[in-house]
Structure formats: structure tokens, C-alpha cells
């Protein structure tokens, strides 16, 4: 259970210390006496994600290539004329 600190994504908590049944907590939540938790752990891609940061979408899905529409959406167009 080394790992379980890294891993975990939230906890659903029954009992007295939640306000609904179950309840979606982290880990600053103070449990009571007899609550019954659920740890959800982080998925493989859940985790690469949280190591690696947010990915920018502009290559397409398995590849290097570099997506043509995105790449022109970034493109800073001219200004309106008025």
C-alpha cells in the first residue's frame, strides 16, 4: 500500500459524517465512528496525465503528425477592418 497516496483519486464515504449517502471525498475529509469508505484509485491515463500535464491536442491520436486544423486554429488571424 506504498503507492496508495499517489494513486488515489477520491473516496465515497456512508455514514455519519456524510452529508449524502454516498458522498464523494478527498483526503482532507474527517471521517466518524463506523463510516464505511471506497478508494478510487487513479487509472493508467489518469495518472500519465497528472505526471506528464495537459496534453495540447494538436497531433492526431498515435502519431507525430502535426493536425492541419488544429495548428490553423492557433493561428492569430488580422484584425477586423471597421
Known sequence: ??????????????????KSSPMVAGLKHVLADEDVIQIQKLTAA???????????GTTL?????????ASKRTEKKAPLKT
Open 1 to 18: 500500500h506504498k503507492s496508495l497516496l499517489e494513486e488515489f483519486k477520491s473516496a465515497l464515504v456512508w455514514g455519519a459524517s456524510a
Open 46 to 56: 489518469e495518472r500519465h496525465r497528472k505526471t506528464q500535464g495537459k496534453k495540447t
Open 61 to 69: 491520436a498515435g502519431t507525430n503528425t502535426v493536425d492541419a486544423a
